[in-house]
């Protein structure tokens, strides 16, 4: 009898050990670890961009709110914020685009904190989805520029966290492909 098979002994009781949650394949293998030395450095890449992608969630959710209650936003830097967000641009299909970014940064700091955590896995869905934001930000300030002819200061910041979550999950991605084997 292997040892999953029979009864874990402590003293005074008997544990029995948790059978597999339904879905998960008992025989699947965990991800693979990183390489010696690169996994400290690689898991500060992924905290940085969970840091990124949080402070994203916060702008992100900030604009669903007001967009929701419909109230006016105030403009930092540049004029244009009520302008951009009171655009038909600003909706996709009745949904806020703020609430949108607000699910993507959502995702890209949920699969940026397990890649942290060691879930190779992540990292592998991870960089298509920050691609994918990435690209969608250069569309949404082709719509500000060209479209719209106004900016949002709270939309540019969403793009400068972007651009930076791109270079941050990226940059292990290229570093790693350039090091001489």
Do not use: K, N
Not at 68 to 84: E, F, H, I, N
């Amino acid at each position: 009898m292997s040892r999953t098979e029979r009864d874990f002994e402590a003293p005074g009781r008997v544990v029995r050990p948790e059978p597999e949650p339904h879905g998960r394949d008992a025989s699947a293998a965990p991800d693979p670890p990183d390489p010696p030395g690169a996994g400290s450095r690689r898991a500060l890449w992924d905290w940085l961009a969970a840091l990124l992608a949080l402070a994203g969630l916060v702008d992100a959710s900030y604009l669903t709110i007001e967009h929701l209650s419909g109230r006016s936003v105030r403009c930092l830097v540049v004029s244009g914020c009520d302008q951009v967000l009171m655009s038909p641009y600003a909706e996709l299909w009745g949904v806020p685009l703020a609430a949108l970014g607000a699910l993507a940064y959502f995702a890209a700091f949920s699969l940026a904190v397990l890649a942290a955590s060691g879930y190779q896995s992540a990292r592998g869905l991870l960089a298509p989805l920050v691609a994918l934001m990435f690209v969608f930000t250069l569309w949404l300030l082709y719509l500000q520029a060209f479209r719209i002819g106004a900016f949002c200061t709270y939309c540019l910041i969403s793009a400068a966290l972007t651009t930076g979550l791109l270079l941050v999950v990226f940059a292990p991605l290229l570093m790693r492909r350039r090091r001489p084997a």
